[in-house]
């Protein structure tokens, strides 16, 4: 049986400590808001000598994810971890870290993009991101943000995978705020994460290899992202079946999406994030009135549960999709498009309507919530859809 | 240093049959550079340009170690994460402690002195145990000749012209050496293809310090200078010989110079007149760019001889 410490802690200090469980050979960083606690904590298990990571100091973002990119290409656990304006930074370097097939963790905290610059949450950056082959999970609470990184490690690992995993969690909401959280003791997280063996290490002088070749015309490249795309596709039922051994070990199920409700809802929010917990309390108020509300918070954005989604979703009148991201110039913002995605072979499509809220940490409160089921009740009995809406706003 | 047989008698890390121009100044750089680590295990970084796709063409590699190239902006980071993992792995005993491995990392001189000077300054700064090496072609040349900030005064490049009103770059080539030099690393030197022996054992130096080595080698290459192909270390030693391209380097903060000969001391003119990029200077009317290119050259050598004196 595990140890299990229960602690108050931030989402930042329980991915320390999932880092410093999965103690990687090699942590690049560069301090951003809301992230820097993670390798601030991650610096003192350093100078503490807890840990043997190599922990390399970049001066920026761009760097981080190019020596990440480097020691992980030399055969070494890497990881890392940043936000926002810093994610924007590593654009180019996510996806050659995903076409080199790197196994590279990195927590993000999510925040808005600039301008105008904000440092709170939304989901901005990491949408951003969605489409550079990394592995994406979205947690909801700091607990969650533990679970996901532990996981994140072997997901990345897997030799069927080999590809950078995004685990992310909310700007302050998740990163700072004190919850109440079970850490597991190191020895269970270290067999359960277990070693890393790479099989195509810079440092393995007796059989070189090339990490970043030029496959310029003759399809070598088409090839290379069709594997990318089928390693991100392979990705989906190993990250069941580990979070299935994660969850008879810790306890805490871990599916790609999370239904509350959803058994006979007839009306359902879809969100990411740290604001499900909203919903599924304005849900459980309405159904104290009779109204059969539920709620599917998506817990992996890539590689993205289509199928969980429309059965979770067959059956329901209305969907409010609440993103908070937009698509500037799209019909529908970053997870509305995938849930039109997920609908579109339906049988029967429920109504749905797409909500963007909380950009820059704007306040979710129940009273909106609740205009949103309102709205579907209208929706649902044929009102007009008026297209995308910014929650809260006028 | 090593004798020229034990020289030849060194691994071809970077081996022929690549895609790189006749005479091309950049593998001369890169397989001399190479000759300084002896027989040890190398792994080599590069960043994007002319050596990385001309020796990395899928499914081929003119490279018998251990290579990776990233982008265009960050070939010092990756090295130094490369090198991190060596010791990180290290630390986690999963190599040998005994094991030793030299690190170096390729960048031309758009990959070093312009997109990629804060990734390299970033690497200088932390100490990493790495050979960074630029390959000085003065231009952009892979992307068809444009301009950098180690483009010399007056040469025509795609994107600093020759016109009616504009007679090639205006502005004079960064010295960057001196802005590595100024990060207090064990060493940093600048050498030319033109004289393997003082680029060998620059080389050799750089690879046996305990930290970060800095070398910024002339590689002169044919398309973009516009010259033939087997003039390409004649034009490298002229660029000496005339004062354009001192050879000198700066070891635990001391600065010293190879002086140029007396007998050999030739004006930067006729490094100019031996190169098309240069062509337009030698038309009526500029006669006063070239003289203000002579008053630059013999600037920065007097700096470099300055530099030793204090240093000495
Ligand atoms: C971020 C980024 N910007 C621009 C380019 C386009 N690019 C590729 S190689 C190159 C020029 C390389 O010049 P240099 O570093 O001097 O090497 P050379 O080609 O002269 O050997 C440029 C501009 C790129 N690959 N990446
Ligand atoms: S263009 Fe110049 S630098 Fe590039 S391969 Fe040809 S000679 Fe070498
Ligand atoms: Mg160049």
Same mark, same amino acid.
């Given at each position: 049986?595990?140890?299990?410490?229960?602690?108050?802690?931030?989402?930042?200090?329980?991915?320390?400590?999932?880092?410093?469980?999965?103690?990687?050979?090699?942590?690049?960083?560069?301090?951003?808001?809301?992230?820097?606690?993670?390798?601030?904590?991650?610096?003192?298990?350093?100078?503490?000598?807890?840990?043997?990571?190599?922990?390399?100091?970049?001066?920026?973002?761009?760097?981080?994810?190019?020596?990440?990119?480097?020691?992980?290409?030399?055969?070494?656990?890497?990881?890392?971890?940043?936000?926002?304006?810093?994610?924007?930074?590593?654009?180019?370097?996510?996806?050659?870290?995903?076409?080199?097939?790197?196994?590279?963790?990195?927590?993000?905290?999510?925040?808005?993009?600039?301008?105008?610059?904000?440092?709170?949450?939304?989901?901005?950056?990491?949408?951003?991101?969605?489409?550079?082959?990394?592995?994406? /999970?979205?947690?909801?609470?700091?607990?969650?943000?533990?679970?996901?990184?532990?996981?994140?490690?072997?997901?990345?690992?897997?030799?069927?995978?080999?590809?950078?995993?995004?685990?992310?969690?909310?700007?302050?909401?998740?990163?700072?705020?004190?919850?109440?959280?079970?850490?597991?003791?190191?020895?269970?997280?270290?067999?359960?994460?277990?070693?890393?063996?790479?099989?195509?290490?810079?440092?393995?002088?007796?059989?070189?290899?090339?990490?970043?070749?030029? +496959?310029?015309?003759?399809?070598?490249?088409?090839?290379?992202?069709?594997?990318?795309?089928?390693?991100?596709?392979?990705?989906?039922?190993?990250?069941?079946?580990?979070?299935?051994?994660?969850?008879?070990?810790?306890?805490?199920?871990?599916?790609?999406?999370?239904?509350?409700?959803?058994?006979?809802?007839?009306?359902?929010?879809?969100?990411?994030?740290?604001?499900?917990?909203?919903?599924?309390?304005?849900?459980?108020?309405?159904?104290?009135?009779?109204?059969?509300?539920?709620?599917?918070?998506?817990?992996?954005?890539?590689?993205?549960?289509?199928?969980?989604?429309?059965?979770?979703?067959?059956?329901?009148?209305?969907?409010?999709?609440?993103?908070?991201?937009?698509?500037?110039?799209?019909?529908?913002?970053?997870?509305?498009?995938?849930?039109?995605?997920?609908?579109?072979?339906?049988?029967?499509?429920? +109504?749905?309507?797409?909500?963007?809220?909380?950009?820059?940490?704007?306040?979710?409160?129940?009273?909106?919530?609740?205009?949103?089921?309102?709205?579907?009740?209208?929706?649902?009995?044929?009102?007009?859809?008026?297209?995308?809406?910014?929650?809260?706003?006028? | 240093?090593?004798?020229?047989?034990?020289?030849?008698?060194?691994?071809?890390?970077?081996?022929?049959?690549?895609?790189?121009?006749?005479?091309?100044?950049?593998?001369?750089?890169?397989?001399?550079?190479?000759?300084?680590?002896?027989?040890?295990?190398?792994?080599?970084?590069?960043?994007?340009?002319?050596?990385?796709?001309?020796?990395?063409?899928?499914?081929?590699?003119?490279?018998?170690?251990?290579?990776?190239?990233?982008?265009?902006?960050?070939?010092?980071?990756?090295?130094?994460?490369?090198?991190?993992?060596?010791?990180?792995?290290?630390?986690?005993?999963?190599?040998?402690?005994?094991?030793?491995?030299?690190?170096?990392?390729?960048?031309?001189?758009?990959?070093?002195?312009?997109?990629?000077?804060?990734?390299?300054?970033?690497?200088?700064?932390?100490?990493?145990?790495?050979?960074?090496?630029?390959?000085?072609?003065?231009?952009?040349?892979?992307?068809?000749?444009?301009?950098?900030?180690?483009?010399?005064?007056?040469?025509?490049?795609?994107?600093?012209?020759?016109?009616?009103?504009?007679?090639?770059?205006?502005?004079?080539?960064?010295?960057?050496?001196?802005?590595?030099?100024?990060?207090?690393?064990?060493?940093?030197?600048?050498?030319?293809?033109?004289?393997?022996?003082?680029?060998?054992?620059?080389?050799?130096?750089? /690879?046996?310090?305990?930290?970060?080595?800095?070398?910024?080698?002339?590689?002169?290459?044919?398309?973009?200078?516009?010259?033939?192909?087997?003039?390409?270390?004649?034009?490298?030693?002229?660029?000496?010989?005339?004062?354009?391209?001192?050879?000198?380097?700066?070891?635990?903060?001391?600065?010293?110079?190879?002086?140029?000969?007396?007998?050999?001391?030739?004006?930067?003119?006729?490094?100019?007149?031996?190169?098309?990029?240069?062509?337009?200077?030698?038309?009526?009317?500029?006669?006063?760019?070239?003289?203000?290119?002579?008053?630059?050259?013999?600037?920065?050598?007097?700096?470099?001889?300055?530099?030793?004196?204090?240093?000495?």
């Amino acid at each position: 049986m595990p140890k299990v410490t229960t602690l108050a802690a931030s989402g930042n200090q329980m991915v320390g400590e999932a880092f410093r469980q999965a103690e990687p050979d090699v942590i690049a960083a560069y301090p951003i808001t809301p992230q820097t606690a993670i390798v601030e904590s991650y610096a003192k298990f350093v100078a503490d000598g807890r840990v043997h990571t190599e922990f390399v100091t970049v001066e920026s973002e761009h760097s981080s994810m190019s020596a990440c990119i480097g020691a992980s290409a030399a055969g070494a656990r890497v990881a890392t971890a940043t936000s926002s304006q810093g994610l924007a930074y590593m654009w180019e370097v996510l996806h050659i870290a995903a076409g080199m097939r790197l196994p590279i963790v990195m927590a993000n905290a999510n925040r808005a993009i600039a301008a105008p610059i904000n440092i709170h949450c939304d989901h901005s950056d990491v949408m951003g991101a969605r489409d550079t082959g990394w592995v994406i /999970f979205f947690a909801e609470t700091a607990q969650e943000a533990y679970d996901n990184t532990v996981i994140s490690f072997r997901v990345a690992e897997h030799p069927d995978v080999l590809l950078p995993v995004m685990t992310t969690l909310d700007g302050f909401i998740t990163t700072h705020a004190m919850e109440r959280c079970e850490l597991l003791d190191d020895e269970t997280v270290k067999a359960f994460i277990g070693e890393y063996k790479p099989k195509h290490s810079l440092l393995d002088l007796e059989n070189p290899v090339g990490h970043g070749m030029f +496959a310029n015309l003759g399809g070598a490249y088409m090839q290379a992202k069709l594997a990318e795309r089928r390693a991100l596709d392979n990705a989906a039922p190993i990250i069941k079946s580990l979070g299935d051994e994660w969850a008879a070990i810790c306890g805490r199920s871990f599916d790609m999406i999370d239904c509350w409700g959803m058994e006979d809802a007839e009306y359902a929010i879809v969100i990411l994030g740290s604001a499900a917990g909203n919903a599924r309390h304005v849900a459980r108020e309405l159904r104290a009135q009779g109204v059969k509300a539920g709620v599917v918070r998506v817990r992996v954005f890539r590689p993205f549960p289509y199928a969980e989604l429309a059965e979770a979703l067959s059956g329901v009148k209305a969907v409010a999709v609440l993103d908070r991201s937009d698509s500037f110039g799209a019909q529908a913002a970053p997870l509305a498009l995938e849930v039109y995605t997920a609908l579109f072979d339906a049988p029967v499509r429920p +109504a749905i309507r797409n909500y963007v809220y909380g950009l820059g940490g704007a306040d979710v409160t129940l009273e909106i919530l609740h205009q949103v089921y309102d709205d579907l009740d209208k929706l649902a009995a044929g009102e007009a859809n008026p297209g995308l809406v910014y929650l809260g706003i006028q | 240093m090593a004798t020229i047989k034990e020289l030849a008698a060194t691994p071809d890390r970077l081996c022929s049959g690549h895609r790189l121009c006749g005479g091309c100044g950049a593998s001369i750089a890169v397989r001399q550079v190479l000759m300084g680590a002896g027989d040890s295990d190398v792994v080599v970084t590069s960043a994007t340009g002319c050596l990385e796709v001309s020796t990395t063409c899928y499914p081929y590699s003119s490279w018998s170690t251990s290579f990776v190239h990233n982008a265009f902006a960050n070939a010092a980071a990756t090295c130094s994460g490369v090198e991190a993992a060596y010791k990180g792995l290290k630390a986690a005993g999963k190599i040998p402690a005994d094991k030793e491995i030299k690190f170096v990392a390729f960048g031309g001189d758009g990959g070093t002195y312009d997109i990629g000077l804060q990734s390299l300054s970033g690497a200088m700064e932390r100490g990493h145990n790495m050979v960074y090496v630029c390959y000085d072609n003065g231009a952009y040349m892979n992307t068809g000749i444009q301009r950098s900030s180690a483009t010399p005064k007056g040469a025509w490049a795609t994107t600093s012209e020759v016109g009616e009103v504009l007679q090639g770059k205006t502005q004079k080539r960064k010295d960057l050496v001196s802005i590595i030099a100024a990060h207090g690393i064990p060493y940093a030197a600048q050498a030319s293809v033109g004289n393997w022996k003082d680029l060998v054992a620059k080389a050799e130096k750089a /690879f046996n310090v305990d930290g970060p080595a800095f070398l910024d080698v002339l590689a002169p290459c044919p398309r973009g200078w516009r010259i033939e192909g087997d003039q390409t270390v004649e034009i490298a030693r002229l660029a000496t010989n005339t004062k354009f391209w001192p050879l000198f380097e700066v070891e635990n903060g001391k600065w010293s110079m190879t002086p140029v000969k007396e007998k050999d001391l030739l004006p930067v003119s006729e490094f100019l007149k031996a190169q098309g990029r240069f062509k337009h200077l030698f038309k009526p009317g500029n006669e006063a760019l070239l003289e203000e290119i002579q008053a630059d050259v013999d600037a920065y050598y007097e700096y470099l001889v300055r530099r030793c004196a204090e240093t000495v």
